[in-house]
C-alpha cells in the first residue's frame, strides 16, 4: 500500500529530477485527495504540474472515483483493470517523495504502529504513477507492488519505487523489465501514533521515536 508520503523536497532535488520546483507546501502527512507535484512528459520533456492523487477515469466524476479509492493501483494488474487501462498504455508519471508512511501490525492484537520508510542517502524516493487529466486538471494513481523480502514485516506490499535509469523508459510508456529500488537504499524509522491523524500536518508528525532500522538484508529480522 501506499496512502501517506512525506514530501520535503528541496529545490536542489527538483533540479536533480530535471525539473524546476513547484513551489508546492511541504506536505508531512500527505494522503489521497492532496495535491503534489507529478512529473511527465511532455513533447520529450520532463514537467511537473501540480496534481490531485486519486485517480479519476474517463466519463467519471470524482466523487465517484474518490470512493473507489484509486490512490493506488497494483503493478502486476492495473493494464486488465477497466479504471486504469488507458493510462497504463499512454500516461505514465513520476512522483518524488521523501518517504511514504506505512503501519505495522501490532502484535497480539496490539495497535498498528506508524513508521517512515525512506532512502538511506536522502535522495528523494521516485514512484512510479499513472495519470489522467479530469476537468483541465491531472489526477494520478501511485503503483505498489509485493514488498521486498526486507519490508515484508512491516506490509506485504510496498509503492514501486523506481531507480535513476529507468525514469525515461518509464515515462515513455516502457513497461517491460520494470525493476524497482534495491532494498538496501532503504531504512524504516518508527514514528509516533500522532501521525495516524490525516488532519495534522506539520513536522512534528514525521520526529523519529526511535533508531532508523537500516533494511540490509533480505533476511533481516523484523525489529522488536
Known sequence: MCGRVLTDLTPEVWQLLGVPDPQLPTRYNA??????????HEEGQRTVTPAHWGLVPEGMTRAAADGLALFNARSETAHQK????????????????SGWIEWRPGTNGGKKRPHLVRRVDGKPV??????????????????????APGLEWLHHRQPLA??????????NHETAGLQGVPERVYEVVPLDPVINSARLDHPGVVLPTGDPVRVASPLMAAPQ
Do not use: C, K
Open 126 to 147: 521516485v514512484l512510479s504513477a499513472l495519470w489522467t487529466e479530469h476537468q483541465g486538471h491531472p489526477t494520478f494513481a501511485v503503483l505498489t507492488a509485493p514488498a
Open 31 to 40: 494522503t489521497r485527495g492532496a495535491t503534489l507535484g507529478l512529473i511527465r
Open 82 to 97: 477497466a479504471a486504469f487501462r488507458a493510462a497504463w498504455t499512454a500516461r505514465h508519471a513520476l512522483l518524488p517523495v
Open 162 to 171: 523506481l531507480p535513476s535509469n529507468l525514469w525515461d523508459a518509464w515515462l
